[in-house]
């Protein structure tokens, strides 16, 4: 099976995702949301193809890294290669995390009539589900960029049938007024 990917497969990521990471950067993206930081990843024609037997010897060679994380464009987009690539990762021992511009309510939507979204899902351990919405930006948020979108446990998510959010994650509206904001600088 091919895959089309915006970059080679990225190794020691520690901002994709808990722990140190390797990224599967996919092509193509419906969502174009204003303000994204990969929009070279938007067109569904970019980027180029590799056989997803490659991209496993890649997976399989991985020695720091504890889990794979998909990101791009819209891993969605290229379903059955990430669900199978993803369901490689679990046989390797790896954590699996995912991007999208999708929220999980619409992906379950979608998996009513299309099978292999449902397989998807189940072989994802965190889902990053959202679209990126400039106005909601914030640097406040781990391994997201607005905050608007949601670090979900998926298994937990789809047993309950409604999203769990794994907690350390959620956004907390900081409640103490800027004016008595400590500063501290760290060394």
């Known amino acids: 099976m091919e895959i089309r990917l915006a970059a080679p497969l990225q190794r020691d990521s520690i901002v994709d995702g808990e722990g140190i990471r390797a ?15 990969n929009p070279e990843t938007h067109d569904v024609n970019g980027g180029f193809v590799v056989d997803t037997k490659e991209l496993k010897k890649e997976i ?30 679990h046989e390797c021992g790896l954590n699996v995390w995912c991007y999208t511009g999708y929220t999980f309510e619409k992906l379950m939507i979608l998996a009513e009539t299309q099978k ?40 937990k998510s789809l047993k309950k049938k409604s999203v ?24």
Request: a negative charge.
């Open 116 to 155: 292999n979204i449902l397989e998807f899902l189940n072989e994802i351990d965190v889902l990053i589900d959202g679209p990126f919405i400039l106005s909601k930006k914030s640097f406040d948020v781990m391994f997201r960029g607005s905050k608007n979108q949601r670090v979900i446990d998926v298994k």
């Open 60 to 89: 399989k060679s991985l020695n720091e890294e504890t889990g794979v994380t998909f990101s791009g464009g819209d891993p969605f987009c290229q379903i059955d290669a990430c669900l199978e690539l993803a369901k490689f990762c």
């Open 164 to 187: 769990v959010e794994i907690k350390k994650y959620q956004y907390k509206e900081n409640k103490t007024p800027d004016k008595e904001k400590k500063e501290e600088i760290y060394i």
């Open 23 to 37: 990224v599967i950067w996919t092509q193509g993206c419906i969502h174009n949301c204003f303000g994204c930081h």
